[in-house]
């Protein structure tokens, strides 16, 4: 488990921090590639050119999972860089590595450096800070489930290409026209299936996935998703919809069969993360509309807000103090509006601040990229709730795979929806209970 490891690696670490280096130069590790990675290059280019002090070094370490892994190999050999890019389901386990890390709160005090924590997007805040309202680690690629439509199909279908449906009644009604018609084969699919179909869907009906406000007030949560009768309701629904074509299993963890299906016009409509809005852009041959996610009617306070997903830069312990300097004032360089605004331009990662967002309207961006706001709208709908603020729970990474697991034997018919909830509750919980048993 990465965080055993990580804390036994710590002391290690503790004891011999790494010496600076005459060019006082800044490790960051991260998990992007292609032209994300390109991104990253090129912010951290523009943050050395921009002072003399320090000189921050990208270096790509897979994805996230193996650059964990590369966190512990690099702290048992007291080499650990000073900056790591952690997804947000690692959060609950970099919390509990205490002594490994330095909270950015913590850092810019410090280091007297300007950090206003009112100044970024509450529901992004929220989810990378502790009970006391301190922030964790810096939110750098955020991105929350949008849908996406297929246009041309809608069209063809007899609908008003301009109107995405906002309603999972809607949803069912629009699909059945569009097979109906002949314009597609199937309505729907999904992308990233547990964070959509069930951490999105409670988050935006206002109900709890686990107790202890999702995690949020301690690692002795228990996972409640199995008594929410909304949950349960849209998965017997979906499993419902898969049997009539409206609605197409993309396979589990990140559903790697929605994109081609819609991008083939098989189904008419597709949910996947904003941040894949470029992907889409990239190959859809078709008139692409962007909506926020469906909600049922009947629940009371639908739709809540949308939670995040992406991941954040966590400042790692044992180097020469003097480093942590440079530290604090990349990431005061990463939360100014202008660069803010140009990563979530070329990235389709959230503004995580409001200038960002503001300055993006005032260049025009929004109106010249139709449907690039539908992610912020969708998540400032409200002010967060303790349902809809995110998770932290340890084991999470694994307790998606069973999530995976049980959806997917719902959806082929072997086991109803309440069952595949009530095992996910079960297998889930002792995960929980074994995360919390190894911080003793």
Known sequence: MFKQSLMAATAMALVAPAAASAQTEIQWWHAMSGRLGELVEQTAATFNESQSDYVVVPSYRG???????????????????????????????????????????????????????????????????????????????????????????????????????????????????????????????????????????????????????????????????????????????????????IFKWAGGNDGPDAGPTFYSAECAMMMESSAGRAGVMANAPFNVGYAMLPYYADVEGAPQNSIIGGATLWTLSGHDEGDYEGVARFFEFLSTPEQQAWWHQNTGYLPITQAAYELSQEQGYYEANPGADVSIMQMNLNPPTENSRGLRFGNYLQIRDIISEEMEAMLIGSISAQDAADNIVERGNMLLRDFESSLQ
């Open 63 to 245: 994805t996230y999972s193996e650059a964990m892994n590369a966190a512990i190999a690099a702290f048992r050999a007291g080499e650990q860089p000073h900056v790591l890019q952690v997804f947000e389901v690692g959060t609950g386990t970099m919390m509990a590595a205490e002594g490994a890390i330095i909270p950015i709160y913590q850092l810019m005090a410090e280091h007297d450096v300007e950090f206003d924590p009112d100044a970024y997007i509450p529901t992004v805040v929220g989810y990378y800070t502790d009970p006391d309202g301190n922030m964790l680690s810096f939110p750098f690629n955020s991105s929350t489930p949008i849908l996406y439509y297929n246009k041309d199909v809608f069209e063809a279908a007899g609908l008003d290409p301009e109107t995405a449906p906002a309603t999972w009644a809607e949803v069912e009604e629009f699909s059945q026209q569009i097979i109906d018609s002949g314009a597609a084969t199937c309505g729907f699919t999904t992308r990233w299936p547990s964070w959509i179909q069930l951490e999105n869907f409670l988050a935006l009906h206002n109900l709890p996935l686990g107790t202890e406000q999702n995690g949020f007030a301690g690692f002795d949560a228990e996972l409640v998703l199995n008594q929410q009768e909304p949950l349960i309701r849209h998965w017997e629904n979906l499993a419902r919809w898969q049997s009539e074509g």
